[in-house]
């Protein structure tokens, strides 16, 4: 199945970490959505949501990976489905060909607008976005977002060691 990431999960040694058999296919894009770290994280930070917004102009730019059912299963552990997130069927654009896949949205009672994330978690979008060769604005658009410090030293220390970060 395709599984359309946006979010941490764009940088393939976070993904790999979790899923090792994941694998990946190509990048698209999600048009109507916009990217915002207004997700409430069980950790008090803000994790990314691929908003619906309606709007023509926006666009969430991701990785679409090939997961295996197992893998799909712990994914859904792992991002919460029904605790925070829902997944949601997108169609999304890659390379001049429309490409059906599924992803991880927010559900409203878990947003809030004033979430930051903490910057080892931005540094996965950010690192990710420039692994798949985003746009430039883009990746400038999520660098620019306001992160904090990790309270927690080995939860920080832990996800910092994971890929090129």
Same mark, same amino acid.
Request: hydrophobic share 35%; glycine share 10%; aromatic share 10%.
């Given at each position: 199945?395709?599984?359309?990431?946006?979010?941490?999960?764009?940088?393939?040694?976070?993904?790999?970490?979790?899923?090792?058999?994941?694998?990946?296919?190509?990048?698209?894009?999600?048009?109507?959505?916009?990217?915002?770290?207004?997700?409430?994280?069980?950790?008090?930070?803000?994790?990314?949501?691929?908003?619906?917004?309606?709007?023509?102009?926006?666009?969430?730019?991701?990785?679409?990976?090939?997961?295996?059912?197992?893998?799909?299963?712990?994914?859904?552990?792992?991002?919460?489905? =029904?605790?925070?997130?829902?997944?949601?069927?997108?169609?999304?654009? $890659?390379?001049?060909?429309? &490409? @059906? *896949? +599924?992803?991880?949205?927010?559900?409203?009672?878990?947003?809030?607008?004033?979430?930051?994330?903490?910057?080892?978690?931005?540094?996965?979008?950010?690192? =990710?976005?420039?692994?798949?060769?985003?746009?430039?604005?883009?990746? $400038?658009?999520?660098?620019? &977002? @306001? *992160? +904090?410090?990790?309270?927690?030293?080995?939860?920080?220390?832990?996800?910092?060691?994971?890929?090129?970060?």
């Amino acid at each position: 199945m395709n599984y359309f990431a946006y979010g941490s999960n764009l940088l393939h040694q976070r993904l790999k970490a979790r899923t090792p058999q994941a694998r990946v296919l190509t990048t698209a894009a999600l048009r109507g959505h916009d990217l915002r770290f207004h997700k409430t994280g069980d950790d008090g930070s803000g994790k990314c949501d691929a908003f619906h917004t309606g709007g023509e102009t926006d666009i969430v730019h991701g990785v679409i990976y090939h997961l295996d059912a197992e893998s799909r299963r712990i994914l859904d552990r792992i991002e919460g489905v =029904g605790c925070g997130y829902r997944i949601k069927n997108v169609s999304v654009a $890659a390379g001049g060909t429309r &490409v @059906e *896949a +599924f992803t991880y949205v927010v559900e409203d009672a878990y947003i809030d607008p004033d979430m930051r994330p903490f910057h080892w978690y931005k540094r996965f979008v950010v690192e =990710g976005a420039k692994q798949n060769a985003f746009p430039r604005e883009y990746i $400038a658009t999520i660098s620019a &977002v @306001e *992160a +904090f410090h990790d309270p927690d030293e080995a939860r920080r220390k832990r996800n910092l060691s994971i890929g090129t970060l």
